[in-house]
């Protein structure tokens, strides 16, 4: 149940991250589709370009090219595994807290502390398997 719990957040937290970019940038994610998506978001290093090229990075990186998109899949991952009664590693759950912990100290305020309890979770359930014969109650 608590990988199910942590899954669930990880999965809410992608998917609203990725629900709120659409919102506030549909606009311009529309004008990659209008100019055939085929290198949309141009790669150039460093800070230079127009406020055009900069708006699309700022699209691209906050939204598909986010973490959203690996923590929706990690979630479904988690799901999966917890469904079939296998144990999550506690090192992915201290992964998970820990980027979200250093996540939310730098943008404050903001949901990454949300993360971090996925990221306990996951630990917890990782040490009741450990401690269980049967990894499908601990999940």
Not at 25 to 37: D, K, S, V
Not at 82 to 98: D, K, M, Q, T
Request: proline residues 5%; hydrophobic residues 55%.
């Amino acid at each position: 149940m608590l990988l199910r719990w942590a899954s669930g957040i990880m999965i809410v937290l992608g998917l609203g991250h990725l629900s709120l970019v659409t919102l506030s940038a549909g606009e311009e994610i529309a004008g990659w589709a209008e100019r055939g998506l085929w290198a949309a978001v141009p790669l150039t290093l460093g800070g230079g370009g127009d406020a055009a090229t900069m708006s699309t990075k700022l699209t691209f990186w906050s939204g598909p090219g986010s973490f959203s998109v690996p923590l929706v899949v990690l979630g479904c991952l988690i799901w999966h595994l917890a469904g079939r009664g296998v144990a999550v590693p506690a090192a992915v759950g201290w992964a998970v807290a820990a980027w979200c912990v250093v996540g939310g100290v730098l943008l404050v305020p903001s949901p990454f502390f949300v993360g971090a309890v996925a990221g306990v979770l996951i630990v917890v359930a990782a040490r009741k398997s450990t401690h269980s014969d049967d990894p499908v109650t601990a999940a």
